[in-house]
T-cell receptor, first 111, second 117 residues
Framework: GEDVEQSLFLSVREGDSSVINCTYTDSSSTYLYWYKQEPGAGLQLLTY?????DMKQDQRLTVLLNKKDKHLSLRIADTQTGDSAIYFCAERYSSASKIIFGSGTRLSIRP | GAVVSQHPSRVICKSGTSVKIECRSL??????MFWYRQFPKQSLMLMATSNEGSKATYEQGVEKDKFLINHASLTLSTLTVTSAHPEDSSFYIC?????????????FGEGSWLTVV
């Protein structure tokens, strides 16, 4: 079945690294995404990774994919107050274009 | 700039009336558009997949007669919430894709906040 799971909350201290985890069930997922949603706003694509990759780095963001365990993580280095948002993990099936979203992880930053 | 535009961004309507939300792809032709709904503090749930010139494919549990989707052209899809009720109040967001294969060409609109009073 289609299922993407994330923990609901994460609190980190400013300047530390944040690691947001996600698990998915469909092994045929071709693309996995991380989106950011700030309060009252739409979705912002942060990064994505193809299923044949293990890691992708983009400035402060590092995505790790463990395809065997169907586990995806997003690491934000040097977390800042502007990183406060909800982060959604999403997967896209290879046989269709629809994207299935996780429940979102609310990241809060403490001083 | 935005490659997918939604309008209106916020709308308030009276219970029992219908409201239309537009989703436009800018500078590209979208073969497929998707409509999502997000309840407060929850994830986005796919409502339907809309292909230009054909009937939309609705996800299980979504009432097709209540949420009318029209994809009349390659740049425009509309979602009409008919006979709206307060429980329809939600954040509706569309996305558009160029084709069925390319994974990184899915663009989201800014979303539309619907409040039914």
């Amino acid at each position: 079945g289609e299922d993407v799971e994330q923990s609901l909350f994460l609190s980190v201290r400013e300047g530390d690294s944040s690691v947001i985890n996600c698990t998915y069930t469909d092994s045929s997922s071709t693309y996995l995404y991380w989106y950011k949603q700030e309060p009252g706003a739409g979705l912002q694509l942060l990064t994505y990774i193809f299923s044949n990759m293990d890691m992708k780095q983009d400035q402060r963001l590092t995505v790790l994919l463990n395809k065997k365990d169907k586990h995806l993580s997003l690491r934000i280095a040097d977390t800042q107050t502007g990183d406060s948002a909800i982060y959604f993990c999403a997967e896209r099936y290879s046989s269709a274009s629809k994207i299935i979203f996780g429940s979102g992880t609310r990241l809060s930053i403490r001083p | 700039g935005a490659v997918v535009s939604q309008h209106p961004s916020r709308v308030i309507c009276k219970s029992g009336t219908s409201v239309k939300i537009e989703c436009r792809s800018l500078d590209f032709q979208a073969t497929t558009m998707f409509w999502y709904r997000q309840f407060p503090k929850q994830s986005l749930m796919l409502m339907a997949t809309s292909n230009e010139g054909s009937k939309a494919t609705y996800e299980q549990g979504v009432e097709k007669d209540k949420f009318l989707i029209n994809h009349a052209s390659l740049t425009l899809s509309t979602l009409t919430v008919t006979s709206a009720h307060p429980e329809d109040s939600s954040f509706y967001i569309c996305s558009a894709t160029l084709d069925r294969v390319s994974g990184n060409t899915i663009y989201f609109g800014e979303g539309s906040w619907l409040t039914v009073v």
